[in-house]
């Protein structure tokens, strides 16, 4: 590793509460031997949908404000940062720093952006987003990248 | 509540990551919703015993050097301590401080502990306990106490 | 120590971040050295007035805007709580599990608290307080109080 | 900002426990009002001195023995960690995401990383190194690295 790879590695892993990297750790093998990586990815969504369910977005009338009330929580719970992109045909979340890798490790790459996937849905749900409208993963989640990328449309 | 309840209150509340905490609620109320409670125990020992595999107990001759080595873990994890005490047919284990009621909530007492009842089992069966015994919680896990009690027997 | 006495300083020794713990038992056993317990208890208000100036408090029209304004830099850097209670020639203040025994020492308790006589100089101060009007520690920090009492009075 | 930058900047600014920060970020300012940053660089120096004492490195018969037993302390308290280089007439140190920026701020960059040298000091005098040998501060710290480099010579 280089010293830029070996400063963001340190940093990341240290980013994630040792408290509970180890239980999540086992917890991330235990689904992956107990049941098929879709099946996980659907529970990873439905706690995610419960999570956002928890943590209102209020008062937000632009893609600037949303971007502000979720990054609030974001911050507090030290998960990183979200970046929001309006297009013409979709919303674009670049979510920056969550510390999914370090808690549930490679093996967990294909389901646990879920978590994100579902909290995304729920606020955006809830300030209006059409039944049709779905928040869906874009990029993935791997040690070469600090961001994940998620895209709400049809 | 009076100012010792209140500080241990808050205490134990700030004791658990923020981290971690909002989502492990939602992962406590998806599977409370998902499975019965007797399977969410089972998955939670699961986990445990899986969590003990990672976190090897070395050079212990005596119940004070397993008490010790597993101190080392819980401390360094923020997870309390435990106290061990050998009795005649049995092996009783008392856990403070564990951070499961705050990550977890009280809707998850019927199950929460049994990650503990599962790292203890890996532990103690890795150091020689015979298949035939048995680590099972012996307490409730309740805002009153600061501890649960396990214990180890046919 | 009995089993609540044990779990009250577990819990507050976790409570103070071990990232800085070491760091800062050094500082005051240094100052204890290099200097009279009253001019490092100046040299802490000092800080204390810094320190509260740098977190401004906003629309306070009651006591008890004052103590929800507090409180929310208070549980935000995990510092406690404090409670505000006027009387009639005085404003009382209650602080509850400030880190400042687990960070500075028992060697440090006749000046650590004035931190926190500095932060609430300079915030009653900002709201008005007349310059004559002081705060001045009224208890002891030590290991039997999770609490100290200040008191802002001519 | 770049996307790296900005993630190293989250990164480094989260791994600074905030419960400190507030406080840590008032003493400096505090101590360069009160003093010549000579003379808080010598406190600084000291409190290092004392910190290296309370943190015995046993069992160091090799530079490498040193490098690991020094970041063991490190790796605990999250304060990144070292590495040494042993050349012909000196001992290099390059210590690795520190939080002194974050805590301190950048107005004390000339004087925070004498913290560092203390212990450095403590740590090799302790093991041997005759009186005649300083550790001195080779690197400035700024927001462009992430690491300061020390070394150990006549």
Chains 1, 2, 3, 4 share one sequence.
Not at 63 to 79: C, G, M, P, T
Not at 110 to 121: D, K, N, R, T
Not at 137 to 147: A, N, V, W, Y
Request: hydrophobic share 45%; aromatic share 12%; glycine share 6%.
């Amino acid at each position: 590793m280089n010293k830029q790879t070996s400063v963001l590695a340190y940093l990341s892993a240290k980013n994630c509460s040792n408290q509970w990297a180890f239980f999540l750790q086992a917890l991330g093998k235990e689904l992956n031997e107990a049941m098929p990586a879709q099946d996980v990815r659907v529970l990873m969504r439905q706690i995610g949908l419960r999570a956002g369910a928890e943590m209102p977005l209020s008062d937000c009338n632009t893609v600037k404000d949303i971007q502000a009330a979720a990054n609030r929580y974001w911050s507090e719970f030290n998960w990183g940062w979200v970046e929001l992109t309006e297009q013409s045909s979709s919303l674009e979340l670049r979510h920056f720093c969550a510390p999914l890798l370090q808690a549930f490790g490679a093996q967990a790459q294909s389901w646990s952006p879920a978590f994100l996937e579902g909290v995304y849905q729920q606020w955006l749900s809830s300030l209006g987003a059409g039944q049709a409208l779905q928040v869906r993963q874009q990029s993935e989640l791997d040690p070469e990248h600090s961001f994940i990328d998620f895209r709400l449309s049809l």
